[in-house]
């Protein structure tokens, strides 16, 4: 199996609509941003057992201001963006 094949099962739009429709709200813990990204409203990233950077989820994606979320975004691998 594929991983991506794998989260885009587990994380199907069908599961996420109830977020916004039933004020679902949910806690994802991951080193991939891409991923969290496609499934969350809102991104905390953490370094150290601290909240270094919060914001939207294209905020954190587009915008990050802290080197750490930046060095996490690198390791997204380049077809992720394409």
């Not at 094949?5 to 609509?17: H, K, L, Q, R």
């Not at 109830?18 to 990204?37: A, C, E, M, R």
């Not at 953490?46 to 930046?70: C, L, V």
Request: charged share 10%; net charge neutral; proline share 2%.
């Amino acid at each position: 199996f594929h991983v991506s094949a794998i989260v885009g099962t587990i994380f199907s739009p069908a599961v996420f609509s109830y977020g916004s429709q039933y004020n679902f709200t949910s806690i994802f813990i991951s080193h991939n941003l891409s991923v969290i990204h496609y499934i969350s409203d809102n991104i905390m990233v953490m370094h150290k057992g601290k909240i270094i950077e919060s914001g939207t989820a294209n905020e954190i994606m587009f915008s990050a201001k802290e080197k750490y979320t930046q060095t996490l975004l690198e390791a997204v691998p380049k077809s992720i963006w394409n």
